[in-house]
């Protein structure tokens, strides 16, 4: 990888500049937009005030006409109070006397904050008796529009987000990386290989600054084959000459220096994020939309039974339980995905990643808009694993482009640009997939994913070079170290008691039972989006933080072991107080239990691989567990189903809750009893 | 295409779609807020209409006997000109009394099948031209003995959350604007200490192979200062070897 640390100071004024630009920006068009809607609505309150203070005027009115004096009618305080219940945009309902005397008053408790006063007369046998006086609360508006600070919150983070992703990829493409590719082949100089040139052709300072470097280099090699020509010529000394100069250096053939073209995984990041957001905007509704789906085409749709051995397939459809149904989507997804992916692994090492994920896009658009055409379950679940094909295959080229371009030293940090372009965007997909179907419904952002979607292929051609095609490996027969692995304690441990639960709370708690169990209390969609966006956001700020911290003390195990514990805590405590608050804390010590043990988990079994493994290389046993993990992400949507269906939400949590927490303790106790790697040597020694 | 162009659309372009997408949120979050504030204030007029009918439902008289039920809705209806339509009907979905539009013509029956699905009684039903707010009348004997239905046009909230929208969109331009201005000014400032060291990053490269005397005698930039040293030396070294070549001793 090209030297990325150059231009930080840089990077980091830019990307400061846009977020400020934009701050100042949203908060300015916030500002406006409350303006105009304080105006607007502000107009309304009037009319509505108007017509209750016409209401009470006549009503009084009517009593005074039949000679009722005005400070002895009966209900009057009544009947104010009423007013003031119902209507919680007034402050203050007051029926003052002709003298201006308050005789009636209701307030309604409020923290403060200004109230106008309007006046409307009282006559009676047609002169004015008094007057009616609403307060109109000038916070009111506020109440109703509270949903516009979140959305005006949520966007401005997600904004500043994507602003991250996009200036950093921007300045690292045009600025960082082709002066780190000069950097490097001044060195390359510095070694006497006079053979490179720089490959960049941009028209800016930065190509000036390539151009005289490579016309420095162009200089050398000129003046290297004129001298040898000459010397040639010349007859006598030249061998002696030339065979010093190429012990000395590496000039360039006579056809010009080969141009270098650097490789960073930043060329991927940008339509990597593009292609995850797309994805990721159906994230907060996905088990809703399959439950309307099912209620809407009722036991099996009518189409179904009408392709080829479509009886036997309605049949078979109307057999399964309504919540298995409903949870396959996602299951059927999942599935996709770790079906597909051996095949893309093939495909990425024939075909070169940039060609893999472009395929890629064509089964992830076609699913994208096909499920915006859906209207029944089966097709959901089907068009899902269309979906999944192009998951596969755009994921696994970016693993391959990422292994390409990467150094043994350097593929913890490209695995990591790779899982932050997935976490970022699943804050930004997640809580604007959510906000965007409140007001437009399911169905369109579908097409929006596509449309992002269509949007990362564009990218990646602008940004992205081709890796080298690479020769696919044979396959090599895996059951025998399947079976070796899983005959090691120690890795059925970590897999039992740590990988599978912790899929367990992603895919089944997180994904599917929180959605449906937000909306079962009575959330809107872009609610439960925010809710979900917490435990990205979460991920994303103690990532680092808990794996530095237990890389520091090699306390792997003990990260893992705090992560499923919290998990198990926080699925618990839904079950105790099963509301949105609790549901909210739950997501959000999730994403800190995740931070605590997805990296922890890599790295112990990488520490595992340096001893009992059973002798089978590291690479392939981590394969394996990321593929037994996938097997639980599938279960666990439909095993979640199946509970709440018998048990209900609060059982549900609780029982989920207490099975993590016993994996935890299992866990615990297997981290204090086998040892890792040796059994002479304690963990916290090494 | 130049760095600086390509920051400032790409920032722009960012603001840009975080404004726009922000003033279609708040639009179709105004339009909400409005409707209902809308709603609320017609619900309050039906609230008086069903008070007012109530009152003769408690002496025992059956709704469709009460003769100044019709004076009472005609009179709401010319105090409140947004009105289209009040009427009264009974569970059966008769028409007992109406005025303004359609107020001759059979109930519909979404509004039958509103009032059946209601919880309190209460009810609203929008549909593409006006929107009907109603409560119910229950006599005495708590017994709903049918609703008044009261209709406005959807106009009302349409022209001014149109009109609304149209001055965020103003609003959304303005600040597009003045954002590009800030970016435009702005960017080439924090760009230029940059662009000024690569100037000199080019001017020592182009003088690589030079004679100490005539090679770039300001300071290198520290992006490049450790490899530029040995880098000058390879190059003059290379050059310096290559013209001792035998045809140039001879």
Known sequence: MANETLFRGLSIRIVAFAIAVLVLSLAGLSYATYDVFDRQAAAELDRKAAAVADLIANRVGRALDLGVPFDQLVGVEEFLGDVIQDQPEFASVTLADAAGREVYRKDRPRPGGGVRVQSWPVTARGVAAGAVLIGVDSEALNERLVGIAFDVGVTLLVSALISLEVLLVLIAVSLTIPVGTLVTLMNKVAGGDFSRRVDDRAQDQVGRLTAAFNAAIERVNREYRAALDRALAAGADAAAWGAELSRRFVFAPAAGAEPFAPQSVLFIRLPLFLFFFGSELPRSFLPILAKDLHAASGPAPAWLAAVPGGSWLAQAYAAIPAEVLVALPLSAYLLGIALFSPMAGRLAAARGSRTLFSIGVVPAVAGYVLTFLADSLPELILWRTVNALGFAFVSIAALDHIAAVTTPTTRAQGMAAYLAAYVSAGVCGTAIGAILADRIGFAPVFLLSAVFTIGSAVLLWIFTPATPHRDAAPAKKASGSMLRLLATPRFLGLLLCAGIPMQVIQSGFLFYYAPLLLQELGNRQAVIGRVLMIYFLLVIVFNEVLARWADGGQRHGKAVAIGLGLSGVAAAAVGLWTNTWAAAGSVAAIGVAWAFSFSAQGALLLRMGEGRLAGVPPAVAIGFYRLAERCGAMVAPVLMSLMITHMGFADTALATGIGIAVCAVLFAVQMAALPLTDSTVPETSR | ?250
């Open chain 2, 1 to 250: 295409m130049r760095l600086t162009l390509r920051l400032f659309l790409a920032i722009w372009l960012i603001i840009a779609g975080a404004a726009g997408l922000l003033t279609l949120l708040n639009h179709f979050k105004f339009a909400t807020a409005y409707a209902d504030l809308v709603r609320s204030r017609f619900a309050f007029l039906a609230a008086d209409l069903e008070q007012s009918i109530e009152a003769g439902l408690s002496l025992g008289l059956p709704v469709d006997q009460l003769r100044n039920t019709q004076a009472v809705i005609q009179r709401t209806k010319e105090r409140w000109p947004e009105i289209t339509a009040i009427r009264v009907f009974d569970p059966a979905g008769n028409a007992l009394f109406g005025v303004g539009e359609g107020a001759e013509a059979a109930v519909p029956p979404a509004w039958v099948e509103a009032a059946r699905r209601s919880r309190d009684g209460a009810w609203t039903l929008p549909d593409e031209h006006a929107t009907t707010v109603a409560k119910p009348l229950v006599n005495a004997f708590g017994l709903t003995v049918g609703w008044v239905a009261l209709t406005y046009s959807n106009a009302i909230v349409d022209g001014q959350v149109a009109g609304t929208g149209g001055l965020l969109v103003q609003h959304a331009a303005i600040g597009l604007g003045i954002a590009a201005l800030l970016c435009a000014l702005l960017l080439p400032l924090l760009l230029r200490p940059i662009w000024a060291e690569m100037q000199r990053m080019e001017a020592a490269i182009r003088t690589a192979g030079e004679a100490p005397e005539t090679a770039q005698a300001a300071p290198v930039p520290e992006e490049i200062a450790a490899s530029y040293g040995p880098f000058r030396t390879a190059v003059a070294n290379a050059l310096g070897l290559i013209r001792t070549a035998p045809s140039a001793r001879t």
